[in-house]
Nanobody
Framework: QVRLVESGGALVQAGGSLRLSCAAS????????MGWFRHAPGREREFVAA????????EYAVNVKGRLTNSRDNAENTVYLQMNSLKPEDTPIYYC?????????????????WGQGTQVTVSP
């Protein structure tokens, strides 16, 4: 059974930092591209970042580039999202997801495996 479990979400003031983690089990973790998405009420699920299978290539949404860093530890089956200079608009629930295809990394519909999400709240 595939499980992706996010953690690290919290309430933080604008300008602060958080580190999200996503621990995977039940999948051959190094064979998967790992993505991060966020979902605010009333809005579409939004691509945030993705990291290649070996962790040597990352991709970020324009509105988070320079503030977020995506990394992974294949020995620990874990992917991380370091979030700095947080803004109130960074607030929604963050999800990690696993996808076998790098070419479709922006498209949430191509990710078959999802975590339950972790809430990030950034106060002004």
């Amino acid at each position: 059974q595939v499980r992706l479990v996010e953690s690290g979400g919290a309430l933080v003031q604008a300008g602060g930092s958080l580190r999200l983690s996503c621990a995977a089990s039940g999948i051959a973790f190094p064979s998967y591209v790992m993505g991060w998405f966020r979902h605010a009420p009333g809005r579409e699920r939004e691509f945030v970042a993705a990291i290649s299978k070996r962790g040597d290539v990352t991709e970020y949404a324009v509105n988070v580039k320079g503030r977020l860093t995506n990394s992974r530890d294949n020995a620990e089956n874990t992917v991380y999202l370091q979030m700095n200079s947080l803004k109130p608009e960074d607030t929604p629930i963050y999800y990690c997801a696993a996808n076998s295809t790098w070419g479709a990394k922006w498209d949430a519909r191509t990710y078959p495996h999802w975590g339950q999400g972790t809430q990030v709240t950034v106060s002004p």
